[in-house]
């Protein structure tokens, strides 16, 4: 269970901080590594699109949750889940995360999907490069960026980029 809140928290987090279900201390501790990978289909995403409005209307009882939510209102998320074309929570959950991921990687100017591995390398890159960085800062950036890389996921259905993209509005919106 914990596990779930963790997921939901992070992915929402990821996706839209306004939806208040990220406000759970959890999401410190989620990691990128810790979801189930999935294909989206076009029924999946609706669904999640859908669930939003009931979720957004839970933030408050999952704030106060934390980690620990009590039977009803796991019974609630159950409940938001299937109503919504989900098997259960942890397949909404798995949903979000995934959707979170292929988002996480759509540039806002252009729409493109930017593979997070190749853009964190990008930058390694050209922080090595910049001679106007101090050895000290680049060492610490170069730590960090490498940090990122090690606990970034590939993206296993790459499907999943055109599945959310053709979605991406309505998604957006939904969050807001």
Do not use: C, W
């Amino acid at each position: 269970m914990k596990r779930l809140l963790q997921h939901t928290i992070g992915a929402i987090a990821a996706l839209a901080v306004a939806m208040g279900v990220a406000l759970a201390p959890a999401h410190a501790q989620a990691s990128a590594t810790d979801f189930k990978q999935v294909k989206l289909s076009d029924k999946s995403v609706q669904g999640f699109i859908a669930a939003q409005k009931d979720l957004a209307a839970m933030a408050a009882k999952l704030q106060a949750a934390g980690d620990k939510p009590d039977a009803q209102l796991q019974a609630e998320l159950e409940g938001v889940a299937t109503r919504n074309g989900f098997a259960n929570f942890a397949d909404l959950d798995d949903t979000a995360a995934n959707i979170s991921m292929v988002m996480a990687g759509l540039d806002p100017q252009s729409g493109e999907y930017v593979d997070p591995i190749e853009a964190i390398k990008k930058e390694m890159d050209e922080i090595k490069k910049d001679d106007k960085i101090p050895e000290k800062d680049k060492k610490q950036m170069l730590e960090e960026m490498d940090q990122a890389l090690k606990t970034t996921p590939p993206l296993q259905f790459k499907e999943n980029v055109a599945v959310v993209k053709k979605f991406q509005k309505e998604i957006e919106k939904a969050l807001q």
